[in-house]
């Protein structure tokens, strides 16, 4: 996959928790010495990476279900691409 750069799981506490501190993305890049672009999920970011992870296994895929952040608001450019049903979670409902 082009551009798509995996992030071990104690990469993501870090950013986390950098994040709860209120480090800016050019900080917590620095820190954990990787690009700025790795840490972003922005709605591009996550939509690309959604549909690029996604699209070899898209047969198998009928629906997918997200929360109710930003990054997701390109759910409708990966529905189409996956021809998947998109669904939101109801906040507090698990």
Known sequence: MRGYIQLTREQRYQIYALMKAEHNQVA???ILGVKMKVIRKTS???TNAIIELL???????????????REFSGHV???????ADFYFAHPFSS
């Open 44 to 46: 591009t970011c996550v």
């Open 28 to 30: 917590i890049a620095t």
């Open 77 to 83: 450019e990966i529905a189409k691409e996956l021809a």
């Open 55 to 69: 699209t070899p296994f898209k047969e198998w895929v009928y629906t997918l279900t997200a929360d109710n952040g």
